[in-house]
């Protein structure tokens, strides 16, 4: 199941996305926004990038007007590997190698026909493992380091 979101800037983008996930009968919940009305995307960051690093859902996808914004707050979530693709080869390359578990977009970036494109793409790729796995735990490690908060996985 995915947690989807996004601010006033990604509004537009993730009607798009949304009619994509019906179409394709792939299950969602989406956390807002509702309307273009302006809201801060570190607020939409947290709710969805919290349900996936909860567990509660299995991958999230946030958009905001640049796809920047809204990666960098859900980067901070420990667990939380969110990937800003703007691109389909990013989109490829960011589950086969890094596992990212958030999809980020820029709403005012890119067009809806790329954006469903990389959605695609990103939902139907597996991390490949290997060294790659070697690689994030040493994320994994900078994360244990610098929040020892901690966060649940
Ligand atoms: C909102 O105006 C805009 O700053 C936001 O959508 C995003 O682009 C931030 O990174």
């Given at each position: 199941m995915i947690a989807i979101g996004s601010d006033h800037g990604g509004y537009v983008l993730k009607q798009a996305v949304l009619e994509y996930l019906d179409e394709n009968k792939i299950a969602y919940k989406d956390f807002g926004c509702f309307d273009e009305n302006a809201v801060d995307y570190p607020d939409i960051a947290m709710k969805v990038a919290e349900e996936v690093a909860k567990g509660n859902f299995s991958r999230g996808i946030l958009i905001c007007g640049t796809g920047i914004g809204i990666s960098i707050a859900a980067n901070k979530i420990p667990g939380i590997r969110a990937a800003l693709c703007n691109d389909t080869f990013s989109a490829k390359y960011s589950r086969q190698?890094?596992?990212?578990n958030i999809l980020t977009l820029g709403g005012r970036v890119i067009g809806p026909g790329l954006a469903v494109d990389i959605v695609d793409i990103w939902l139907r790729e597996e991390f490949t493992g290997g060294r790659h796995k070697t690689r994030l735990d040493k994320i994994a490690q900078i994360e244990k380091h610098y929040w020892k908060c901690g966060g649940e996985k």
């Open positions: 190698h890094n596992d990212a």
